[in-house]
Structure formats: C-alpha cells, structure tokens
C-alpha cells in the first residue's frame, strides 16, 4: 500500500495551493479519505474527511470556508484545495484512508485510520 501525497510548498499568505494523493493497492472508493495535518512541536490533527464516493465531507473548524477536499475515484486520487491561506496552516500534511462503513458524526480521529501517506510540506508566509 502506497500514498504518495503532492502538491506542498512555499506560498504567501492569502495564496492558495492544492495537494493531491494518489493511493495504490487497496480499493480506493472502499475507503473514506482524509487530510490531517503537523505543524513543528503540535501534534498532529485533523483537517479534512470525504466520503467513499465524494457525497459527504467533513472540515476542521480553522479551515471551514478556506479548504476543499474531493476525490475522482476514477483517478484513484483525493485532493485538497487550500485557499486564503495563513501562516497557522504551515505544517506537514498527511493523506490518509479509513476502512469504514458509517460516516463519521464527530472530528475523526488519527487512529481511525488504516493507511497513511508520508506527507507533504506546506509553508505560509506572513
């Protein structure tokens, strides 16, 4: 199992930047897809969630109205449109996917999660 996460960098602040993951060898649209996040001496934490076939998502309170995350299970691939940036979104962020059969009715937690990407580096600029 593979989950090469794409797409980070360095941006200023109120840029935009979209990060990509493109998972291998499990059945993509089995699994709920999700985006967490580490930023230097935090732990990590949840960002964003999308259901099996792209129908329900799920956003972290701080990126509500700034962050989009889909997925082309044709494609096999899970994005994350990140608008209006901050420097508070500068953090390692990690693609991950969970083997569930309901939808989450609360923040999904890390250890819900069966596969993980190595991450990406994302860096906002005041």
């Not at 990509?20 to 935090?42: I, N």
């Not at 937690?109 to 993980?116: A, G, H, R, V």
Request: glycine residues 12%; hydrophobic residues 35%; positive net charge.
């Amino acid at each position: 199992v593979q989950l090469q996460a794409s797409g980070g960098g360095f941006v200023q602040a109120g840029g935009s930047l979209r990060l990509s993951c493109a998972p291998s060898g499990f059945t993509f649209d089995d699994y709920a897809m999700g985006w967490f996040r580490q930023a230097p001496g935090k732990e990590r934490g949840f960002v964003a969630a999308v259901s099996w076939r792209g129908g329900s998502t799920y956003y972290a309170d701080s990126v509500k109205g700034r962050f989009t995350i889909s997925r082309d299970n044709a494609k096999n691939t899970v994005y994350l449109q990140m608008n209006s940036l901050k420097p508070e979104d500068t953090a390692v962020y990690y693609c991950a996917a969970d083997r569930r059969v309901r939808w989450y009715d609360r923040i999904p937690q890390d250890y819900e999660y069966d596969y993980w990407g190595q991450g990406t580096l994302v860096t906002v600029s005041s």
